[in-house]
């Protein structure tokens, strides 16, 4: 609500540099909470991906190729979880080091 008023505030031209303030700290801290929420959000789905092979790895008949086969998919998936974690962290690194300059 208090953000509302303020961008208000703002859009009226009743700007002082304060609400400006307010709002680029706001900003800021939703931002933070938006990586930290998508970093979660992956590393659910990372722990469902490895819950999910497990099954069926233990499901499957325990042929050697076929388990084989299904570590390296899960080694795959591994890598593949770590390279989209650490584009995310670098894209927000890289915005707050836009924001900063």
Do not use: P, W, Y
Request: aromatic share 2%.
């Amino acid at each position: 609500m208090a953000t509302e008023i303020l961008k208000l505030n703002i859009l009226r031209g009743e700007n002082n540099g304060k609400d400006k303030l307010c709002l680029q700290v706001r900003l800021g801290q939703l931002k933070k909470t938006q990586e930290k929420l998508k970093i979660d959000l992956d590393q659910c789905v990372l722990r469902r991906d490895l819950m999910v092979d497990a099954a069926q790895v233990r499901n499957t008949k325990h042929s050697t190729s076929n388990t084989a086969r299904l570590k390296s998919l899960r080694r795959f998936e591994t890598a593949k979880h770590n390279n989209r974690q650490l584009r995310t962290v670098c894209s927000f690194m890289l915005s707050d080091f836009i924001l900063l300059n």
